[in-house]
């Protein structure tokens, strides 16, 4: 990785440890759909250091707050079935890698872009929490997308944040979730042999920039308002998606 190229990977890692602890999450789904954007790192490369990064951000997090409040059961049930299909996803994107780079670059992009209509969309709290099977469903949608690209969160995060739950209880299962399906993925990444090449691995620097950055964005939230940052993080991932996905089908379809 040239200077360059590591100066910029440490500005989006920035960007997304900001986003993430302001909006709750986004943080894989910025650094994948940037990354890819501008071309900086083959796609599984850039899944795994996006996977290490995200670790240390959901161990901050849950260092801050606590493990008090993690609903075990619920856990229980998002682990029991997003962590088998993470293994699916995940070499299922060392098969796409080989043979169908610009299919994966669309795939890509329609879940940026379908994550990103999540902040659009207001959330209505359900009168009665939803059934367990519910939980494992969600958890089979994140564990193929977090095996993918590592960004199992906004299933999770669309599902969670309907519940009738205290808002901690909810972010800290789901910070406990985004940490088991990490260590679990960089398991997968460091048994396969497909560990990121040493010019790579120089975006472990990026660590220090994430926790700063989550330190950050506690200590000193912009000057927005929550409908107005929503809205400027949708922009954002609906156009990375676009920008995206659409060259990459056109080239599928010849034209």
Same mark, same amino acid.
């Given at each position: 990785?040239s200077?360059?190229?590591?100066?910029?990977?440490?500005?989006?890692?920035?960007?997304?440890?900001?986003?993430?602890?302001?909006?709750?999450?986004?943080f894989g789904?910025?650094?994948?759909?940037?990354?890819?954007?501008v071309g900086?790192?083959?796609?599984?490369?850039?899944?795994?250091?996006?996977?290490?990064?995200?670790?240390?951000?959901?161990?901050?997090?849950?260092?801050?707050?606590?493990?008090?409040?993690?609903?075990?059961?619920?856990?229980?049930?998002?682990?029991?079935?997003?962590?088998?299909?993470?293994?699916?996803?995940?070499?299922?994107?060392?098969?796409?890698?080989?043979?169908r780079?610009?299919?994966?670059?669309?795939?890509?992009?329609?879940?940026?872009?379908?994550s990103?209509?999540?902040?659009?969309?207001?959330?209505?709290a359900?009168?009665?929490?939803?059934?367990?099977?519910?939980?494992?469903?969600?958890?089979?949608?994140?564990?193929?997308?977090?095996?993918?690209?590592?960004?199992?969160?906004?299933?999770?995060?669309?599902?969670?944040?309907?519940?009738?739950?205290?808002?901690?209880?909810? &972010?800290?299962?789901?910070?406990?979730?985004?940490? +088991?399906?990490? =260590? *679990?993925?960089?398991?997968l990444?460091? #048994? $396969? %042999?497909?560990?990121?090449?040493?010019?790579?691995?120089?975006?472990?620097?990026a660590?220090?920039v994430?926790?700063?950055?989550?330190?950050?964005?506690? &200590?000193?939230?912009?000057?927005?308002?929550?409908? +107005?940052?929503? =809205? *400027?993080?949708?922009?954002l991932?609906? #156009? $990375? %998606?676009v920008?995206?996905?659409?060259?990459?089908?056109l080239?599928?379809?010849?034209?």
């Amino acid at each position: 990785m040239s200077l360059g190229a590591l100066a910029a990977f440490l500005f989006i890692a920035g960007v997304a440890a900001y986003v993430q602890t302001i909006t709750g999450f986004a943080f894989g789904l910025v650094m994948m759909g940037l990354i890819a954007l501008v071309g900086l790192l083959p796609l599984p490369d850039a899944a795994a250091m996006v996977g290490l990064l995200t670790l240390v951000n959901a161990t901050q997090m849950m260092l801050h707050g606590g493990r008090h409040h993690v609903a075990r059961h619920l856990l229980r049930l998002v682990l029991s079935a997003s962590l088998p299909t993470l293994v699916i996803g995940y070499f299922l994107l060392e098969w796409l890698a080989d043979t169908r780079a610009d299919a994966l670059k669309v795939v890509l992009g329609i879940i940026i872009m379908a994550s990103s209509l999540q902040l659009a969309v207001q959330r209505k709290a359900l009168p009665r929490q939803s059934s367990d099977a519910s939980f494992v469903g969600f958890g089979i949608i994140s564990g193929v997308m977090g095996g993918l690209f590592s960004t199992g969160g906004p299933p999770l995060v669309y599902h969670f944040y309907r519940q009738p739950m205290p808002t901690a209880k909810i &972010r800290e299962t789901l910070v406990a979730a985004f940490g +088991a399906a990490q =260590v *679990v993925r960089l398991s997968l990444v460091a #048994l $396969s %042999g497909n560990i990121p090449p040493p010019s790579t691995l120089a975006g472990v620097a990026a660590v220090p920039v994430v926790m700063g950055m989550t330190y950050a964005a506690r &200590r000193w939230p912009p000057p927005l308002s929550a409908a +107005a940052l929503k =809205v *400027v993080v949708f922009v954002l991932l609906f #156009l $990375s %998606g676009v920008s995206l996905a659409l060259p990459a089908a056109l080239r599928l379809l010849g034209v």
